[in-house]
């Protein structure tokens, strides 16, 4: 990531996600986005906010001397020089106190509108940064997450950036600025003991807000952990619907979440609890300061040594000095709940992806679209492997077919062919360059997939179909459906093209999905075809009609097809029969079949069967 440093692999729900974020990093890592680089617009804003900023806690403790004036002018005991202006003066004074309260908003009102636009852009950036890292990290790490649960994650992350920034750019510099002016008037014309309270008092209140905000902050993480736990039960089951309706578990599921969110409930109330005796602690402990104050100057006015606009001065700084004291309270509060909020996002951040491009890797250039396969060794868990020392090579334009039982590894030599995971052993070739040398953009680029669960996303046909290649024209996208024989049914639809598919393509059939996902594919237009079981789901007439489609899309093209239905692939210029991660024949069809072996088998339990389809 661009500000935030790189670390290990991190577990959202693992003990690294209950360290806390050290406030002085987040602060570095925050503050380019306060201060944006290129963005000259947004850094003239910054300053004219500040600008806004000084002047509002100039007229702040400005006022305070206009209302003492007013009260001095007002009060009967005043000089005759005083009461001889008792006509105007005294409404001038007022109506200056006034207008310096208005001011000291409209000049905060400023500092806000003006400063509004970089804590967006600041969320907009964070936000697209870790929409980025998201995308550039590991299949394993996304197989090992919860959707949910990261989506809750970068919500309350987005609100909490922009809480700091304002925070900590608009209120606490400023608040320092306003106790550090308010001492020194105190000090010059009260004396030290005034001081003296007031240190006693500010630090009182400091010292108190610090150790319940940090009391807080466990309470916050348990509300935080309470709220992802719901926000992946909510999206895991609403993408399972139509599991919890054949199974009638709508009242399963309702329990499920109502015991997630008990949780949450029990965790909230403590936290707003909590914040209620931090409130009412830092109420109590301002007031004793603010009427010991008073009672000194009240004393100060019985002794003839103050006036009554003195008191009353003392009185308005006080209540305003209550303000920035707030700030500086909330401000600590809001930035260390933030950092809670922001601790699962740094986690994301700091996860290293499994598999990167090395240092100088080059663009996959293809010419003839030759894959090879030499001596490749694969294993998700160590004791565990998937492939052993698993070699074999498809020629350019030719088709070759892995076939064997479930868990064989057939798969896996499809992830492998994509780089969504590095191989422990051996290489992986298209046309002699090591895909793992290459970039990983120019490599996806070069080979097209047709999965067996084909999913689309929550947008229109047109859309699903053009993902392939987005800077395709609409007369593009037309006939890459026309070849994968769709096109007629899409037209037939009530919007056509413009149809929404629903959430994961649930709108259409298994084979309706099959053809988008082919159309997809030839629109890509790859240099390499991998067919991962792509008929596996199907019925045997709809599987006749896509592997008419498919045969299209592969002719001419390298291609390296998963079979489940040995029917689908007789004509393939070779076969392999993985079993427990090593291949343990290849040959042609006829061959295999000739051979008697594992394959012969398979095939011939297939022409047994009632459907015609093998079950391997």
């Not at 609403?238 to 599921?253: A, D, M, P, V």
Request: charged letters at 20%.
């Amino acid at each position: 990531m661009r500000h935030f440093k790189q670390g290990h692999d991190a577990d959202l729900n693992g003990p690294d996600s209950q360290q806390e974020a050290k406030p002085v990093y987040v602060l570095r890592a925050l503050l380019p986005y306060a201060w944006p680089e290129g963005r000259y617009d947004l850094r003239v804003k910054v300053v004219l906010a500040f600008l806004a900023l000084i002047c509002a806690k100039l007229v702040t403790v400005s006022v305070p001397f206009a209302y003492k004036a007013a009260v001095n002018a007002l009060d009967a005991t005043s000089s005759s020089t005083q009461l001889l202006a008792l006509g105007i003066v005294p409404v001038m004074l007022i109506i200056a106190y006034g207008m310096g309260r208005i001011m000291m908003i409209v000049f905060n009102a400023i500092r806000d509108g003006l400063f509004i636009s970089v804590g967006q852009n600041a969320v907009r950036s964070l936000s697209v940064a870790t929409f980025e890292h998201l995308h550039s990290l590991s299949l394993r790490f996304h197989m090992e997450r919860r959707t949910g649960e990261l989506n809750r994650v970068v919500a309350r992350a987005n609100t909490a950036i922009e809480l700091i920034i304002r925070m900590g750019v608009l209120q606490f510099v400023p608040t320092v600025l306003e106790l550090i002016l308010v001492f020194t008037i105190f000090w010059t014309m009260f004396g030290w003991q005034y001081v003296l309270v007031l240190t006693i008092t500010v630090l009182s209140y400091l010292y108190f807000t610090k150790k319940a905000s940090d009391w807080r902050i466990e309470i916050r993480r348990d509300m935080n952990n309470s709220d992802n736990e719901a926000g992946a039960k909510t999206v895991d089951s609403l993408l399972n619907y139509e599991t919890i309706k054949y199974f009638g578990n709508e009242s399963f599921e309702a329990e499920r979440f109502d015991k997630v969110m008990s949780g949450y409930e029990k965790a909230a109330i403590r936290t707003f609890t909590s914040l209620g005796v931090l409130n009412a602690g830092q109420a109590a402990i301002y007031t004793i300061g603010l009427t010991t104050v008073m009672l000194m100057a009240a004393n100060g006015v019985a002794q003839k040594q103050l006036t009554l606009g003195d008191f009353v001065m003392v009185n308005a700084m006080l209540i305003q000095l209550q303000i920035p004291l707030n700030f500086l309270g909330m401000v600590y509060r809001e930035i260390r709940q933030g950092l809670v909020d922001l601790e699962n996002m740094f986690m994301l951040l700091e996860s290293n992806p499994e598999v990167v491009d090395i240092k100088g890797a080059k663009p996959l250039l293809v010419d003839q679209g030759e894959v090879v396969f030499e001596n490749v060794s694969f294993a998700y868990d160590p004791k565990r492997p998937i492939l052993k020392d698993v070699s074999f090579t498809v020629p350019a334009g030719k088709m070759t077919a892995i076939v064997g039982p479930s868990g064989a590894g057939k798969s896996t030599i499809s992830r492998a062919l994509f780089r969504f995971y590095n191989i422990q052993a051996g290489r992986i070739l298209i046309d002699d360059q090591d895909i793992a040398k290459v970039t990983q953009k120019t490599l996806r680029a070069s080979i097209g997939i047709v999965p067996q669960d084909t999913v689309l996303f929550n947008d229109t046909v047109f859309y699903n179909i053009a993902y392939g290649r987005p800077s395709a024209t609409r007369d593009e996208v037309y006939e890459a459906a026309k070849m994968a024989q769709i096109d007629e049914f899409i037209r037939e639809l009530p919007d056509g093209y413009d149809t929404v598919v629903g959430e994961r393509g649930l709108k259409l059939s298994g084979g309706e999905k099959q053809r988008v996902a082919i159309a997809r594919t030839i629109l890509k237009a790859p240099s390499i075809m991998m067919l991962d079981e792509a008929t596996s789901a199907l019925d045997s007439y709809t599987e006749k009609e896509i592997q008419g489609a498919l045969d299209l899309v592969s002719k001419e093209r390298t291609s390296l097809v998963i079979a489940h239905r040995l029917s689908t692939i007789t004509h393939a210029d070779e076969i392999l029969v993985l079993d427990k991660g090593v291949i343990v024949e290849r040959g042609t069809h006829e061959e295999l079949v000739a051979k008697g072996g594992v394959y012969a088998g398979l095939w011939q339990q297939q022409k047994n069967s009632v459907t015609k389809e093998p079950v391997i």
